[in-house]
């Protein structure tokens, strides 16, 4: 079957652990997909600035799902947004402030497409670590006054790191309890959890591009390494879960990578998967 569409995670799949990736590599992959007419897809919990950083001297030639599939682009033009209404907005903040405290959470980030928003209150090295990943960041008096401040913006995606001790399994049990049925939760590893519209996943965010670029579900290769590609490892039997990747991510795709982040597994994989592609 031949592949047309490649999608992979960032953090802890296609990036090494510090962050960085194989340039000299990836610019000798990314040719052979164009020659081969395979379409390439960033698939990340971070924000389209960052993503768009990472992948400048492509940006025209590749997509982005960003925001965990709550923003979608093809190049620099936006295709889709999935956002949060108001009313689920200050629900989240609400159940928050009554379940934790400032000693419980390290960063509370408020994204949009494009700018993302933190507390002026947080501290200058949690501040350099959420601009690692959301690149265009501003920070607030209150966070809380933020939506009525801005009533004609669109908020996509709240990011919330807890601190070490939290138990990030009660987490999920409390913000499922109290949280509207209109929100998706999803761990994005770091101990970080995303909370969005329930239709902004990686897996819609890449049906949008499927269709646009006629690519069905057996023509497409997808990376990952953690529960927030669980979707995009799912809908295809070409899902490759890292070689770093936790036992239960493994086992929900087709196959595992032979080397982990650290040593280029995604470009190795692809060089492979290129080689027997007809």
């Known amino acids: 079957m031949k592949i047309k569409m490649i999608a992979t995670d960032l953090d802890g799949t296609f990036l090494h652990d510090d962050h960085s990736y194989n340039h000299r590599l990836f610019?000798?992959?990314?040719?052979?997909?164009?020659?081969?007419?395979?379409h390439f897809v960033a698939a990340s919990g971070s924000s389209y600035p960052r993503l768009a950083r990472e992948f400048a001297p492509y940006l025209d030639q590749?997509?982005?799902?960003?925001?965990?599939?709550?923003?979608?682009?093809?190049?620099?033009?936006?295709?889709?947004?999935?956002?949060?209404?108001?009313?689920?907005?200050?629900?989240?903040?609400?159940?928050?402030?009554?379940?934790?405290?400032?000693?419980?959470?390290?960063q509370l980030v408020v994204s949009g497409p494009q700018v993302s928003y933190v507390d002026q209150r947080m501290d200058q090295h949690n501040l350099a670590i959420v601009k690692t990943f959301y690149e265009?960041?501003?920070?607030?008096?209150?966070?809380?006054?933020?939506?009525?401040?801005?009533p004609h913006e669109e908020f996509t995606k709240i990011s919330i790191n807890f601190a070490d001790h939290v138990d990030l399994q009660r987490v999920a049990a409390t913000l499922d309890q109290y949280l509207p049925a209109s929100l998706i939760i999803e761990n994005s590893g770091f101990n970080t959890d995303l909370i969005g519209d329930a239709r902004g996943t990686k897996r819609n965010g890449l049906a949008l591009l499927q269709e646009r670029f006629n690519v069905a579900d057996d023509e497409i290769v997808t990376f990952g390494d953690n529960e927030n590609d669980l979707g995009m490892l799912a809908m295809t039997s070409q899902s490759y879960a890292m070689q770093n990747a936790h036992q239960l991510i493994r086992m929900q795709a087709g196959h595992v990578t032979a080397a982990d982040n650290n040593h280029d597994g995604v470009l190795k994989t692809i060089q492979q998967i290129l080689k027997n592609d007809k």
């Open 136 to 150: 265009q960041v501003h920070t607030v008096t209150d966070l809380r006054q933020l939506f009525s401040n801005n």
């Open 27 to 38: 610019a000798k992959v990314f040719r052979q997909l164009r020659k081969h007419q395979v």
């Open 62 to 106: 590749m997509s982005f799902v960003s925001q965990n599939g709550s923003v979608v682009h093809q190049g620099q033009q936006l295709l889709q947004t999935y956002p949060i209404q108001a009313p689920a907005l200050a629900r989240v903040l609400h159940v928050l402030d009554r379940f934790y405290g400032p000693q419980d959470i390290n």
